[in-house]
């Protein structure tokens, strides 16, 4: 990876979340780059999707949430179709959320001691 590569590559993201039978789209082809010093702002008013694409980059879009789409690159490789598994070795670790209101910084689809485990 030269030095100008990007660290986080996101092309193209689209995410949805399932209700009942029907997917709504809340992310439409979103892309963005970060490299090393760098820092990246998602600015948009409440529901536009930012918390949806951070956990997503990170893996944690809840259960009724999926990738349609698009690209995430951590390092020049493609991590979107990783498994869990391997994307617990990741987390905490290589890459991390920072949620901006700590009232809603746990994430509902896991427990709160898996959550503290993982930071551990």
């Given at each position: ?24 789209q809340v992310v439409h082809d979103v892309s963005f780059e970060l490299r090393a010093g760098e820092m990246v ?80």
């Amino acid at each position: 990876m030269s030095a100008s590569a990007p660290l986080l590559a996101v092309k193209h993201l689209s995410l949805s979340y399932r209700s009942g039978h029907q997917w709504r789209q809340v992310v439409h082809d979103v892309s963005f780059e970060l490299r090393a010093g760098e820092m990246v702002a998602l600015v948009g008013e409440s529901g536009s999707g930012k918390t949806t694409t951070a956990q997503a980059i990170i893996g944690l879009m809840a259960e009724n949430g999926r990738r349609d789409g698009g690209e995430i690159r951590l390092n020049g490789e493609d991590i979107a179709d990783w498994t869990q598994k391997r994307l617990d070795r990741l987390r905490g670790v290589r890459i991390s959320l920072v949620p901006q209101d700590p009232g809603n910084s746990l994430n509902p689809v896991k427990t709160v001691g898996a959550q503290l485990e993982e930071i551990l």
